[in-house]
Every structure is written in C-alpha cells, then in structure tokens.
C-alpha cells in the first residue's frame, strides 16, 4: 500500500475544526467543508475523497451517500472516508480507513451468507482508533441509512486485542483449567480466524428468524431486549459450530469457545458498574446456565458441564417459541413477552429502572482491575 501518512494528517487538520457531532451540521458547514477537501492537493486525487465530495455537492438530510456507499460496498481500493454521526461511536467524525480483509471458509461464507466483512485496519484517523469502534454499519455515515446490499465491517484486529487483553484473562482466572482448550493460549492466528467466523454468524442470524433485524429493529430497542437479540444470534451462532459438520470441525470448535468466552466472560465485566446491552445479556446467559445446569460454580471457578450444549439450545427455543407469538400477537404483546422471559433471569431495580450486574463479576472485576 502506498504511504498515506500525509492523507491521514491532512484528514486530521480538516477534521480538526469540525463539530463533535455532524447532526449538528447545516449546508454552509458542508459546503465548506467540501471546499476544504477540494483544496487539498493530497486528498483531493483519492477516489474515496472524490465519492464523497460527489456525495457532497448534492447532500440534503435524507439523502443517501450514493457515491460514496458505492466505493466501500465495491471495495475498489480498500479505502473508506466520510463524514460519520452515530451516538455509540461518539468519536467518528471525519475519518479515513484503510483496511485488509481476510480469508474465510467457503462453506461457511455460502452457508452463512451476509455483508459481513471481517477486516484488519492497516491505517486510520482519530475517530477509527476509538476503543469502542469495533465496527462499522452502514447508517454510521451522515446519512443514517442502511441498505441491503451494504458492507458491514468488523474489525477484527480490535477483537483479538480486547481478546488477548481481558478474556485471557478471566479464561485463566474464573474458568476451572481446560475449559476452553482451542482457544486458551492460542496464537493471534487462530484467534483472528475465530472472531471472523464469529462475526460472519453473528450478522446472519441477526437477518433470521422470526422478528429479523432490521425488520423488527424498533421493537427490539430497549436496553434488554438488545442485550437478548444478541444472546439470540450469538448463540444460535455457538449451535450452528457445535452442529454443523459441514463446518471444518477444528475452526468450528475454536469460534464456539471464542463466542461463548466472550459473551459469557467479557462483556460480563465491561458494564459494570452500570450494565449495557451487552452486559445485561451475558447476565441472563450466566443465569439461565447456571440454573439449568449448563456450568456450575465451584468455589469461584466456572465449570462448563456436559449438558452446555443442550442447555444452550433450550436457550435458544424459549426465546424462539416467544418470538414465533409474533405471527398471531401484536408487536407490543411479543415486547412485553420478551421482557418477562430477560427479567426472570436478570436483576432489575424497579425503583432505579436499570439492572444490577452480578457481584460475582464485579468482584473478578476488582480483583483483575480491567
């Protein structure tokens, strides 16, 4: 790849003048700031620029960046540059991507189809380098909007190293030893390979079943029934490498220990104090396992019992045996159906209106400090 250091720095002295968030824009900041990227001779000959700056001179809300969606999803160069607004990635704002994609699994890859695009980011501005921006979704952009046939980038580098950083971690200090024998100590390889597949999975769940997303997107908004859509895919994900022979068996292995370690492990302590989506979902999976005996806790240690993977599919049923309600119930019954299967396994203060993480992950959480 050629040297974008100067492309990167000339992104930064533009950006850098910028509002925090780009809702807050109107035509003359737009205007101006295609004016800005027309006058610089290093970024005006990227056709990434180029996209966007065509995208520009006919902007108004509500529009869809034409130009420059059609550059990423053709993938002509590797290269990514817009304007982004997206409340959960507070940081993206002007920025510019390089990226590397990486091999898959041609079964897994047809069986399994979606946008997905798991990458490596080989070079970035500020707001890609955000810890929090793990991914990138179409309606990201200014625009707001998501189409069918747009990528969905998944940066898969940032995975590995939460992985390596705070995973390994509770792996080697809750889990009993053995519990995870294709992943723990594993190279980053193997670990990349894992988040890939996990991530192709993951979207393509997400697009079935019986209340899909987008489809059912709105309905699926409040903070836990969030947290149990991404229980539903993640673990419908677990099943299909459990059960799939299809799937070469040893990478099939590795991305069900990669999923359940993370789901049930990470994102356990990332929301404490104050539990997110994430972390409201792995409370449920911690206790609907724990109290159908798919692990048991011994003497601070998780053990992983030899009814995980059944359990993990009655899981996976009550949820699917309320969601079908939906053909012959209105939206709001469903809701409200939902909600009542997350609250029986979670804590939630009624008077606080929010959930209470789990002591037991609060205290690891301490005691490891991340």
Request: aromatic share 10%.
């Amino acid at each position: 790849m050629d040297d974008m250091t100067e492309v990167f720095a000339e992104v930064e002295a533009i950006r850098s003048g910028l509002p925090e968030r780009q809702s807050r824009r109107d035509g003359v900041e737009l205007k101006e700031l295609s004016r800005k990227l027309s006058s610089s001779r290093v970024l005006r000959s990227r056709p990434a620029v180029r996209a966007f700056l065509e995208d520009l001179d006919v902007y108004e809300p509500g529009k869809r960046l034409e130009a420059t969606k059609a550059h990423i999803n053709t993938r002509r160069d590797n290269h990514i540059f817009s304007l982004f607004d997206a409340s959960y990635f507070p940081r993206l704002n002007l920025d510019y991507l390089t990226y590397a994609t990486l091999p898959t699994d041609p079964y897994l890859a047809e069986r399994y189809a979606s946008n997905t695009m798991p990458v490596n980011i080989t070079g970035l501005t500020t707001g890609f380098g955000s810890r929090v921006v793990v991914a990138l979704f179409p309606e990201n952009h200014i625009d707001g909007i998501q189409k069918p046939d747009d990528l969905i980038f998944y940066f898969i580098n940032k995975f590995v190293g939460r992985h390596n950083q705070i995973t390994r971690l509770l792996i080697d200090e809750v889990m009993e030893p053995g519990s995870f024998p294709m992943i723990q100590g594993a190279p980053d390889v193997k670990i990349e390979q894992a988040s890939s597949w996990w991530v192709r999975l993951h979207e393509y769940h997400h697009r079935h079943g019986d209340m899909p997303i987008p489809e059912f997107l709105s309905a699926k908004k409040l903070k836990p029934l969030a947290g149990l859509e991404e229980l539903r895919v993640d673990v419908s994900g677990m099943l299909a490498c459990l059960h799939d022979e299809q799937l070469p068996r040893a990478e099939a292995m590795a991305a069900y220990e990669f999923i359940l370690s993370e789901r049930l492990l990470r994102y356990a302590v990332e929301g404490i104090p104050r539990p997110n989506y994430d972390a409201v979902a792995s409370q449920l999976l911690f206790n609907f396992l724990e109290g159908h005996g798919g692990i048991q806790l011994d003497e601070g240690r998780i053990r992983l019992t030899p009814k995980l993977p059944g359990v993990l599919r009655d899981f996976l049923s009550e949820i699917e045996s309320i969601e079908a309600h939906i053909h012959r119930e209105p939206v709001e019954a469903v809701k409200k159906r939902l909600l009542d299967f997350t609250n029986r396994y979670t804590d939630y203060d009624a008077e606080a209106r929010d959930y209470r993480h789990i002591p037991y992950f609060a205290e690891v959480k301490a005691r490891l400090g991340v």
